[in-house]
């Protein structure tokens, strides 16, 4: 009752006619928003929290243009929670509910919590919780959006700026890092994760991809991949599914080396950085693993491993037994990962 109230009607949209009008109340310390992009309307409430940042936190209306309705419902700590009505362009709409945590992150503990805060002149990511938030950093000269994903094995973080201030960047030279939850607590001087990982001695997670850079045709981060059969539960049955997801892509090598037996296919040698490298070992003999070329077009064979004199292990696979496929194969590892002569460390 106090949701569809402060809603104004929660299943009954107020038309717009001529002048739009405020159609929402925000709860106490909560800013209203009106933001006017193109034709439409985006009306909602914001949660100010230090650092200049800002999650959206109540009641929220969104309009494609005067007379044709997007959707509406609630946000809990920047992401939907609760029942929302969602309609397309066409006027077709649906109803749905938002649970307040995620089957998969009550599953791993995560805690109810904008996962990203800004403590002692820091800004600190809590990479092991990872709640899915959608948080902005808003200032007099720029807007900046991070969509935080909880992904199955790896924290999810989009950045997105904006050259416009007060306005969503769309696709305008954002980036995507995907960083293991072991990873955990970490505190940085900028929201660029792409700069600050490395400056604190992290492995690059950071990348952004364009469609067409594999020899497929797929994403070069996707120039080598091994995935794993990994378990999740299912949002809709609620009971546990599997599917394929990345335990580690080109993104993750740290040296790649290609050798020529003398009977057989191509072998190809990685070593990955630890935390990848701890991904994989972890799910071996848990779950079905594989490893592909091109974005999955061409696969290698079974993986082997090697455990070299520092500790480290080294991953190693056969290429195509078809000549073609296996020369496929080469172009895509070859235009993202330079070759050494070996990664056994000396």
């Known amino acids: 009752m106090l949701l569809a109230f402060a809603l104004g009607g929660l299943w009954a949209p107020q038309p717009c006619l001529g002048q739009w009008t405020t159609t929402i109340n925000c709860p106490e310390g909560r800013v209203y928003r009106d933001v006017r992009q193109d034709a439409g309307r985006d009306e909602f409430c914001e949660l100010d929290l230090p650092g200049s940042l800002q999650v959206r936190d109540g009641p929220s209306r969104f309009w494609y243009s005067e007379g044709h309705f997007g959707e509406e419902g609630a946000y809990q700590k920047g992401r939907k929670a609760g029942p929302w009505r969602e309609c397309n362009r066409f006027d077709h709409c649906r109803d749905q509910t938002y649970e307040l945590e995620y089957p998969n992150e009550k599953a791993r503990g995560v805690r109810n919590e904008v996962p990203v805060r800004y403590e002692g002149g820091k800004y600190v990511f809590d990479f092991n919780s990872c709640r899915s938030t959608w948080v902005t950093r808003q200032t007099a000269d720029s807007f900046l959006e991070l969509n935080i994903v909880s992904g199955l094995i790896r924290c999810q973080v989009t950045y997105i700026p904006s050259t416009e201030k007060n306005r969503p960047a769309g696709e305008q030279g954002h980036y995507l890092c995907e960083i293991p939850y072991a990873i955990g607590v970490r505190e940085f001087d900028s929201l660029d994760l792409r700069k600050e990982l490395p400056r604190v001695g992290l492995p690059q997670f950071c990348r952004q991809d364009e469609p067409g850079l594999t020899a497929s045709g797929g994403l070069a981060a996707q120039a080598v991949a091994i995935w794993g059969n990994t378990a999740f539960i299912d949002a809709v049955t609620k009971k546990e599914a599997h599917g394929w997801t990345t335990l580690a892509n ?97």
């Open 250 to 346: 080109a993104i993750d090598v740290e040296c790649a080396a290609l050798e020529r037996p003398q009977s057989g296919p191509d072998r190809l040698t990685l070593r990955l950085n630890r935390y990848a490298e701890g991904l994989v070992l972890d799910r071996i003999g848990k779950e079905e693993i594989k490893a592909d070329a091109c974005a999955g077009r061409y696969p290698f064979s079974p993986m082997e491993r090697l455990r070299d004199t520092s500790g480290r292990t080294l991953f190693t696979f056969g290429l195509s037994q078809d000549q073609t496929r296996a020369e496929r194969q080469r172009i895509c590892i070859t235009s993202q990962m330079k070759l050494q002569p070996t990664c056994v460390s000396q």
